[in-house]
C-alpha cells in the first residue's frame, strides 16, 4: 500500500487567484493522477501525471488551467489557476502501484472553495 | 468502451439488515472491477477488488461482491449494516491498461 498526504487540506480562495495542491506520496510510484469531485458528482480524471514526461491531460482540461509538475516520483502539485465559483471541488490525488490491475490509493483530498 | 453505472444513487437500510449496492459494468475484455468507499470529510479507500481469480470477492468491514459475467454485475453486499457503513460507495471498473471508470456514486444511509 501506499501512504499519501496533500496540502492543503481545505482552503477557501477568491476569485481570479490560484491555488497550488502538494501531493506526498511515501514510496517511489510512476503514475500519479489529479482528480476532481465537484459537489454531489463522481470523480473526474483531471491528468495523468508520470515523473520525466509532460502530464497527459482528459478531455475538458487544460494545462493553463491545470498546471502539474512531477519533478520526482514521490511528489507532484496541481495548480487551479485564475479560479472561480466553478472550481470549488474536492481535488484528490492517487498513485498506481500495480500496473496491470490498475488499483489505486488516494491521498486524503484537498477542499477547495472558490468565493 | 468501458462504462460503469450504479443504479441507485441513494440506499437506506435499517442498522442490522442486509445492505446491496448495485453496480453494472459494460468492457470489451475481462475487466478488473473495484469498489472503493469514501466516508465524510475522508480521502477513498479500496473496499475490495476483482481482477479474474475468484468469482466471490471478499473485502475489508464485512463487504463482498460477486462478479456475474453473464448478467454484467458487481453488486456489494454486506449481510448486516453498522452505523459506521453510512459513506458514498463507488464501483469502478478498468480494462488492462485503460483508464478506470467511475460510476456515479451511491450514498449508504443507515436508520437507528
Known amino acids: 500500500s501506499a501512504v499519501i498526504s496533500q496540502k492543503p487540506s481545505r482552503d477557501i480562495c477568491q476569485r481570479g487567484t490560484s491555488l497550488t495542491i502538494q501531493c506526498q506520496v511515501d514510496?517511489?510510484?510512476?503514475?500519479m493522477f489529479w482528480y476532481r469531485q465537484q459537489p454531489g458528482q463522481s470523480l473526474t480524471l483531471i491528468a495523468t501525471?508520470?515523473?520525466?514526461?509532460?502530464?497527459?491531460?482528459e478531455s475538458g482540461f487544460v494545462i493553463d488551467k491545470f498546471p502539474i509538475s512531477r519533478p520526482n516520483l514521490t511528489f507532484s502539485t496541481l495548480t487551479v489557476s485564475n479560479m472561480s465559483p466553478e472550481d470549488s471541488s474536492i481535488y484528490l490525488c492517487?498513485?498506481?502501484?500495480?500496473?496491470?490491475?490498475?488499483?489505486?490509493?488516494f491521498g486524503p483530498g484537498t477542499r477547495l472553495t472558490v468565493l | 468502451a468501458q462504462s460503469v453505472t450504479q443504479l441507485d444513487s441513494h440506499v437506506s437500510v435499517s442498522e442490522g439488515t442486509p445492505v446491496l449496492l448495485r453496480c453494472n459494468y459494460s468492457?470489451?475484455?475481462?475487466?478488473?472491477l473495484f469498489w472503493y468507499v469514501q466516508h465524510p470529510n475522508k480521502g477513498l479507500q479500496l473496499l475490495l477488488k476483482?481482477?479474474?481469480?475468484?468469482?466471490l470477492v471478499k473485502g475489508i468491514n464485512g463487504f463482498e461482491a460477486e462478479f456475474k459475467k453473464s448478467e454484467t454485475s458487481f453488486h456489494l453486499t454486506k449481510p448486516s449494516a453498522h452505523m459506521s457503513d453510512a459513506a458514498e460507495y463507488f464501483c469502478?471498473?478498468?480494462?488492462?491498461?485503460?483508464?478506470?471508470?467511475f460510476g456515479k456514486g451511491t450514498r449508504l444511509h443507515i436508520l437507528p
Open positions: 492517487s498513485v498506481d502501484l500495480q500496473a496491470v490491475y490498475n488499483e489505486q490509493f
Open positions: 501525471a508520470n515523473q520525466g514526461s509532460e502530464a497527459t491531460y
Open positions: 476483482y481482477t479474474s481469480a475468484a468469482t
Open positions: 469502478v471498473v478498468s480494462e488492462g491498461d485503460d483508464k478506470i471508470i
Open positions: 468492457s470489451s475484455y475481462s475487466p478488473s
Open positions: 514510496s517511489q510510484v510512476t503514475m
